[in-house]
Every structure is written in C-alpha cells, then in structure tokens.
C-alpha cells in the first residue's frame, strides 16, 4: 500500500504509508515508542529482560493511580480504540493493584486486587470503587483486562475474559473528561 505525491516540481513518487505502532509482544530489549511514562520512570521497578516475552512492573505505594509512578501508557487511537491485555497476578503482594486504565482526569479502571489472602478483580470510576467480583482459583493467575473507549459521547467500557476469547462487561461507564488539569 501506498500513496502517490506530487510536489511542486511535478515530480510523482510512491511513498509508504506508514502507522505508529499500537501493539507490543515485549520481545524487545526497549520498549517501543508508542509507550509513554506517566511519571518520571524509576528504572529499578520495571523489567523487560526478568521475564522475556512480558512487561514487568514492581509496585510501588501510591495513594490513588494519578500518583502510581510505574504506569505506562499509550494515546488512544482514532474515534474508537480499544486496548486489551494479559495480566498475570501470580506475584501480587498484599496491598498491591494491577490492571488496565483509562488514564486521564477523571480515570477508571479495571484490575486485580489483593488483600491478605484475597484476590479480587476491582473496578474504579473517579477514585470510587463502584464493582468488585472474588476470582476463582480455578482459573489460574491470568485475566485478560480490556478498555474501549469513543468519540461518540467520549465514554469508556470496562470488559474481562478468564480465556482471552469470551469477555464480560464489568463496571460502569467513564464519562471522559478528556484531560489531566495538574492546576
């Protein structure tokens, strides 16, 4: 694929249509550039080598997820965008939250939970907790957490899979307010 351009001098060439990248196998030794810190990044407390094929993130305390210094992010992508991902939970330590967010002002988000001994996929809207389901131990320490958002009302969707194929709506929606005011 490609497309045609004429310049002043009426010269025609061919030139690739190129696309920034959306989608990340972590096989990299750096990650990619469509991959953004939200904060000034410790690089002790994230790894792409510990663990080939996966992004690891360590923990940090943080009071809500405006303050989480180990999250990372990518822009949304044209009038509807939806990104999924595979969470394994096997390491999470009490006190610990991991999942995946619609990060801007107010955020929500979907994840695992842990609390003592207890593991709980968590939804949470403007900092609020609106919806939480204990997880079965049956389906072993992986989730698939997905978040689809759109232009049509700007609203994001919260879904999970135990199997990568079939998922479940969970939560409610974000009313987005399409920013972060740091004022």
């Given at each position: 694929k490609g497309v045609v351009i004429a310049d002043h001098t009426n010269v025609v060439t061919k030139q690739r249509i190129m696309v920034p990248a959306t989608s990340d196998e972590f096989n990299a030794t750096l990650l990619g550039l469509q991959w953004q810190w939200n904060h000034n990044t410790d690089n002790t407390r994230w790894s792409l080598t510990e663990r080939p094929g996966y992004l690891r993130l360590k923990g940090n305390y943080a009071k809500d997820l405006l303050g989480a210094r180990n999250s990372i992010s990518q822009r949304v992508q044209g009038p509807a965008s939806?990104?999924?991902t595979l969470l394994d939970y096997s390491r999470l330590q009490d006190g610990d939250v991991a999942g995946l967010a619609v990060f801007e002002k107010p955020y929500a988000y979907i994840g695992v939970e842990q609390k003592g001994s207890k593991r709980q996929l968590v939804m949470v809207n403007d900092g609020k907790k609106v919806d939480s389901l204990s997880l079965p131990s049956a389906a072993?320490?992986?989730?698939?957490?997905?978040?689809?958002?759109?232009?049509?009302?700007?609203?994001?969707?919260?879904?999970?899979?135990?199997?990568?194929?079939?998922?479940?709506?969970f939560g409610?929606?974000?009313v987005m307010g399409l920013g972060l005011s740091w004022t």
């Open positions: 939806s990104g999924v072993g320490p992986r989730i698939w957490l997905k978040a689809t958002a759109t232009d049509k009302g700007f609203l994001a969707d919260f879904s999970y899979s135990l199997d990568g194929k079939v998922y479940q709506v409610n929606q974000l």
